[in-house]
């Protein structure tokens, strides 16, 4: 992966920039997107020179990421008692301190993530009230979510009639055929 340059513009520019990436791919499938559908993975992610888990490594993460955990975000920046600081530092500590949950998705396919996210996690540290966090937060959850929504919608659900639940009846059955062979 190659290193990402800091971002040191104001937050209502990264504000903007991340804006006009919902903009792009809000009503037409992006490229990357498309290439991940069809199973180009730059990085080469994805065990045993398949895209599936690539898809379900996203899935997973872009729904946990943007309607979980970014969501809880705007949630306690409500708080009363919750300073901007530690706002910041735990949504950095969440999102791209130990594990750069944006730079795995992009890892994974989503070309500019890392890039975005990164930019995201500077532009933090030029908010003056939770206000500006509220807005520069929402507008990266809305892009992270509406990249979900792509992947969800080229997932691959019909690979799950290949897992159907089983009646304990039916175990029971298969198991006096294991037992009696």
Known sequence: MSAITRFTGDWREAKAIIEKEIDRVWFDEPEEIQ??????????????????????????????????VMYRFL??????????????RMTREFLTGTFNVFEFMTDLGLTNMHQVGQMYSDALDRLTTKDDYVELTGAMMTYVVRMHRWIHFIFPWNLGVAFPHRKPAEIQAFSKVVAAA
Not at 35 to 52: H, N, T, Y
């Open 35 to 68: 290439k991940i559908r069809w199973g180009v993975i730059d990085s080469g992610a994805g065990s045993g020179e398949q895209s599936f888990s690539v898809l379900v490594h996203l899935e997973a993460y872009m729904m946990l990421v943007g309607a979980d």
């Open 75 to 88: 949630k306690i920046s409500q708080y009363e008692d919750m300073e901007l600081a530690t706002l910041n």
